[in-house]
């Protein structure tokens, strides 16, 4: 019978002795004798053909063409709308009224100039409120690119009753304007109006 646990016992010893542990050591037993590396097929990339399978799905046109609908769009009647509107003048235009120059000729009201050799300046204004102003400087004088560099104004009340004025700058660059539509006494107002 002690011979029966003797053997047991040496089995099991041996199978303890055999198993390599994973304590980060090189193990012959597990790796051959001289070390190398023994490849396997594990991890080893499988090709799966999946080709393109062309479907034929032409666009066939929906429900057809697109239809216009022709009714215009009404806002939410919740909302607030208004429209620009043209108020009458305070006073009416009198400088387009038939035989008002022939009548009356135009008169100047105010009138300065002065003239120099290497610059100007001007300004003038009539009773039917035309007005202008310039002044200019001789730039690179006796030079290839001598020129006049001026800047200034004119203005005038056009028959709509609204002030037209133009502001420029002319100089090596060109004529550069800037123009302005301003309300007068004469042009009414415009002013917001609600609509509904």
């Known amino acids: 019978m002690m011979l029966y646990y003797?053997?047991?016992i040496s089995v099991c010893a041996v199978a303890v002795v055999a198993l390599p542990s994973?304590?980060?050591r090189w193990h012959p037993n597990k790796f051959g004798d001289n070390g190398k590396y023994i490849p396997s097929n594990e991890g080893k990339y499988v090709h799966v053909p999946n080709p393109y399978i062309h479907i034929n799905n032409p666009y066939d046109g929906g429900y057809g063409?697109?239809?216009h609908d022709y009714e215009p769009y009404v806002g939410e009647a919740t909302v607030d709308q208004y429209?620009?509107?043209l108020t009458p003048p305070d006073e009416l235009l009198p400088y387009y009224k038939e035989g008002?120059?022939?009548n009356n000729g135009i008169k100047i009201i105010r009138q300065n100039h002065?003239?120099?050799e290497d610059k100007y300046d001007f300004d003038f204004e009539t009773e039917n409120k035309i007005r202008a102003e310039e002044k200019a400087v001789l730039?690179?004088?006796n030079t290839i690119d001598e020129g006049i560099a001026s800047k200034g104004f004119y203005e005038y009340i056009g028959p709509d009753g609204f002030m037209y004025r133009v502001e420029y700058t002319a100089d090596e660059n060109?004529?550069?304007p800037k123009v302005k539509r301003l309300e007068t006494q004469y042009s009414g107002k415009w002013v917001l109006e609600k609509v509904n």
């Open 6 to 8: 003797a053997c047991i």
């Open 22 to 24: 994973a304590d980060g």
């Open 65 to 67: 063409p697109y239809t």
């Open 83 to 85: 429209r620009h509107v």
């Open 100 to 102: 008002y120059y022939r």
């Open 114 to 116: 002065n003239y120099n």
């Open 139 to 141: 730039k690179n004088p």
């Open 174 to 176: 060109g004529f550069r």
